[in-house]
């Protein structure tokens, strides 16, 4: 890749590994052993105080309260990546800006995108690696309908102006990113969970899951057409 | 008309407005554009739809040129 393709914020994390469809089949399969790795050995312990004595009933729930709890933990945190931020000077003052700010992310996307937008406050994006979902401080990648990437990314806090961005623009920062070099977004982007969809869809707000069912739609239909279509 | 817009709390500021045949017009608009990247924003323009891409001199013919700031992991 030319080095003007590059996201110019990969050079601040040059010691990552490019992310590309092999890296997330990798970073994916780790995650699925992670899961096991919490989940097997509380389950096998329960089992195992159950069967050498049933009087330690407690203790195996508790063992199996634990081989429950972690992972919901890890898809909470993958939740959390598209819970939009609170905003203390909401009201009168904040309108505005919001409604410039979600005009412009409006002109960036197309009808039905800004209109899932407008229901759920996230961008459905479509991708090389897959589908995007884009909100104001994290996206969701569905790489194939079995497994989704959550990221935590956002527009660097570090920058004073960032505090005072509204909304929508805090998701066209992103999506711009997103749009000029998707690998080096994901690069850039920290891994806060990775799973099955139905683990993530749990832990989302309500109102947001009619993006992550709308993503999973898209890829549907772009699974079958490149089935059409293999060339 | 072309346009150069920077994010910012408003929701976006236009910086400057141009057409490719009006020299004096897109001297002020490098000029805007030149600021903006020395006070560390990065410049986006969209090729098409879903793709977008990073320009460091300001593409004269552009329709509409955005600055942004960095992003990073949280």
């Excluded at chain 1, 009933?57 to 972690?70: N, Q, R, S």
């Excluded at chain 1, 509204?166 to 997103?178: C, E, N, V, Y």
């Excluded at chain 1, 920290?190 to 707000?205: K, Q, S």
């Excluded at chain 2, 976006?12 to 560390?40: I, K, N, Y």
Aim: proline share 7%; glycine share 8%.
């Amino acid at each position: 890749m030319a080095t003007a393709d590059v996201l110019p914020e990969v050079a601040g994390v040059h010691w990552r590994a490019r992310v590309d469809a092999a890296q997330l089949r990798l970073r994916g399969r780790l995650w699925t052993l992670t899961t096991i790795a919490h989940v097997v050995p509380f389950g096998g312990a329960a089992t195992l105080l159950m069967v050498l004595q049933p009087l330690a009933l407690p203790v195996a729930l508790v063992c199996l309260a634990h081989a429950w709890i972690i992972p919901e933990l890890y898809a909470q945190r993958g939740a959390n990546v598209l819970r939009p931020r609170r905003r203390p000077a909401d009201g009168p003052r904040g309108a505005e800006p919001e409604q410039r700010s979600v005009g412009l992310l409006g002109d960036l996307v197309g009808h039905e995108a800004r209109e899932l937008h407008a229901r759920t406050g996230l961008v459905l994006e479509p991708g090389g690696l897959g589908t995007w979902l884009v909100g104001e401080s994290g996206a969701v990648l569905l790489h194939g309908r079995r497994r989704v990437f959550c990221y935590c990314v956002k527009v660097d806090p570090r920058r004073r102006q960032a505090a005072e961005l509204p909304s929508g623009d805090r998701i066209a920062h992103l999506l711009l990113a997103l749009r000029s070099d998707e690998q080096g977004f994901a690069t850039v982007a920290n891994l806060a969970f990775a799973g099955a969809p139905w683990r993530l869809r749990r832990r989302l707000r309500k109102e947001m899951r009619p993006a992550l069912k709308a993503a999973r739609a898209t890829l549907g239909s772009r699974t079958a057409h490149e089935r059409r279509s293999p060339h | 008309m072309c346009r150069l817009i920077r994010m910012d709390h408003t929701g976006h500021s236009t910086l400057a407005e141009w057409t490719p045949d009006d020299p004096a017009a897109v001297e002020a608009a490098v000029a805007a554009f030149r600021a903006e990247l020395d006070r560390g924003y990065l410049a986006m323009v969209s090729t098409g739809p879903g793709h977008a891409e990073h320009v460091r001199e300001l593409p004269v013919e552009a329709e509409l040129v955005i600055m942004r700031l960095p992003i990073s992991g949280g």
